[in-house]
């Protein structure tokens, strides 16, 4: 598996095993069966709802499927925080409205992926605030690009997915995972009123406790 440039990394676990471990490998053979081809898999949800961590999970079980794996985050591909923060005076609306950076995301990423071109893992370093488009790696025939990241249905870049799928997540375990939760609520507040995602995702994970599959679109 291999994983975004970015200085903001959260480590990659071991592969679960027992009922996680085989819900997960399920949802592998799921996103396996779109096709035998490069795919690019969203993984959206709340703040706090562990789509890193899931997101890598979901690698290592695609790995039982003969896949490789590319790792990446919107949060990689954000504007220039100076071009967004003032942008509302809500900073989690400005972060919805106006934080992802779609033409770099489209042109660095998702196309490139798409042709087998070399492709940059991280475009702008969301801590260092550094560029980290020029790092490429080459994509393999049959590589799966996991991307997680918050509001990542959005209509400006959900056409770019094969699948999207949503973590269902306590709003309790929500609020105890991620100090963030609660600077958020508006942004997605507006984001489920306007998108709703757990409707629009292809599939819906109950990621409370542990990854019970539940498949809303086929």
């Not at 003969?66 to 504007?79: H, I, K, M």
């Not at 923060?85 to 490139?112: C, I, K, N, W």
């Not at 080459?138 to 056409?159: I, K, Y």
């Amino acid at each position: 598996m291999r994983l975004s440039t970015s200085s903001v990394q959260r480590p990659v676990p071991s592969r679960p095993d027992g009922a996680r471990g085989v819900h997960l490998q399920r949802l592998a053979d799921v996103v396996d069966a779109v096709g035998p081809r490069r795919l690019v898999v969203a993984v959206d949800g709340p703040a706090g709802s562990g789509k890193t961590t899931f997101g890598h999970e979901l690698g290592l079980a695609l790995r039982g499927c003969g896949r490789t794996v590319l790792r990446a985050s919107l949060d990689d591909f954000r504007r220039p925080v100076a071009e967004w923060v003032t942008a509302e005076s809500d900073g989690g609306v400005a972060m919805y409205r106006h934080a992802l950076d779609v033409t770099r995301l489209q042109h660095d990423l998702v196309d490139p992926l798409r042709r087998g071109d070399p492709v940059a893992l991280c475009g702008l370093d969301p801590l260092t605030q550094e560029e980290r488009r020029d790092v490429r790696v080459v994509p393999a025939r049959f590589d799966v690009l996991l991307v997680d990241g918050l509001f990542a249905q959005q209509p400006a870049v959900r056409g770019l997915w094969d699948l999207a799928i949503w973590l269902q997540v306590r709003p309790e375990v929500v609020e105890r995972r991620s100090p963030l939760a609660r600077r958020l609520s508006l942004a997605e507040e507006l984001y489920r009123t306007e998108v709703d995602p757990a409707r629009t995702a292809d599939l819906v994970v109950d990621y409370s406790a542990t990854a019970a599959l539940r498949v809303a679109h086929a």
